[in-house]
């Protein structure tokens, strides 16, 4: 891990960007399987891995889902389309309008003889390794650069959906560069914003983003985000980007195809800690790529409130069809107790099967 002084750079995207987009909608399914096929009432036999992808005027929506429920595909992805806000062709992309195929099957027999079991116990749905990771940075117990960068996008949406800068569209993102001073965040050294804008915002004679809107996202979603203590040595003509490139009129699956999974450092710690490679959306808790990340960083988060270290990365693996992990790694990267002591307590806190870690 990092020590000493230098520079740390994270990105995040907003909720219209055309892989948050499938994301949001891989996620929609999943929770309408577990509305209608409630996973305790069941022993959790439904399951669900579903994938989105999108571009100019189409969403496929495919996997494998196991369920008694009913899925009207269709309704919930215009759904989730019309609520992130693609309402009308000014932004490229239509709820209404855009052509939905539905290419769901079922799950694979020779993986469901593994993760299903007659009792109690759940085997994990695939092999791989997860990681969870804890510092004492931020009051979320985050990485402070991902932090910044996920509030910010979290600004334009809200800026937009408040009708307080009526041309920014759906899709964008933002990046935050902080430095750091042995080993702790001091200042924040670069952002970059970049929104999808509609033509109002444009400036006649150059075709790009006006200064007046770039000083509006500056004044509206950069100044009330970052706090005021890291911007001190902070240059906005030299050190802040808004929309670099100048113009981003046409943005969301018009300009660039999206597909779930694909944001996965966003979705996490923004690069601070390594990444298993597999994503969340759209899949139920047997599948450890989701819900044994959500423990490792549960587990990671107690350790570090705890004040047992400031920084905390563990790492968990499984074996397909096996409930317990085949291991387990703490590292509190020198800032607090013995390692070794640390998992003895977590072996003997924690269940970490399956269904150990829904229940918990």
């Given amino acids: 891990m990092f020590s000493g002084d230098y520079v740390f750079t994270s990105e995040s995207v907003t909720e219209g960007h055309p892989d948050k987009v499938c994301d949001q909608i891989s996620d929609a399914v999943l929770d309408e399987v577990y509305r209608q096929d409630p996973p305790l009432k069941n022993n959790f036999r439904c399951r669900v891995a579903c994938e989105t992808y999108i571009t100019v005027g189409l969403l496929i929506v495919g996997g494998e889902i196991t369920t008694s429920a009913h899925i009207d595909v269709q309704d919930l992805a215009r759904g989730v389309i019309k609520d992130i806000g693609y309402t009308d062709m000014k932004y490229g992309f239509n709820y209404q309008t855009c052509g939905i195929l539905n290419a769901i099957g079922h799950q694979s027999p020779d993986i469901s003889q593994g993760v299903g079991r007659k ?9 791989g390794l997860m990681i969870g990771y804890a510092c004492n940075e931020t009051k979320e117990l985050m990485p402070l650069p991902i932090t910044l960068a996920q509030k910010l996008t979290m600004r334009l949406a809200d800026v937009r959906k408040k009708n307080i800068l009526k ?25 970059v914003i970049s929104t999808q804008h509609t033509e109002d915002s444009v400036d006649k004679k150059t075709g790009n983003l006006a200064n007046w809107a770039k000083q509006d996202l500056i004044d509206t979603v ?23 490139t100048g113009r981003f009129v046409i943005g969301g699956p018009q300009s660039d195809t999206g597909m779930t999974g694909r944001k996965i450092i966003v979705d996490t710690y923004g690069g601070m800690a390594p990444h298993g490679g597999g994503a969340f959306s759209g899949k139920d808790p047997t599948k450890v790529d989701r819900s044994a990340c959500y423990m490792a960083r549960y587990i990671a988060k107690n350790i570090v409130a705890a004040g047992l270290a400031e920084k905390c990365m563990i790492q968990l693996a499984y074996a397909i069809g096996v409930a317990e992990p085949v291991s387990i790694m703490i590292d509190s990267l020198g800032t607090g107790a013995d390692d070794a002591k640390l998992e003895k307590a977590v072996r003997k806190i924690f269940s970490l099967t399956p269904r150990g870690i829904i229940e918990t």
């Avoid at 970052?226 to 929309?243: A, S």
């Fill in 119 to 127: 009792g109690k116990e759940i085997g994990a749905g695939d092999q």
């Fill in 222 to 244: 950069l100044l009330p985000t970052i706090p005021k203590n890291l911007l001190k040595k902070f240059n906005f003509k030299n050190d802040c980007y808004i929309n670099p």
């Fill in 167 to 191: 041309y920014v569209g759906p899709d964008g993102k933002s990046q935050v560069t902080v430095r750091y001073i042995d080993g702790r965040p001091v200042s924040v050294e670069k952002v």
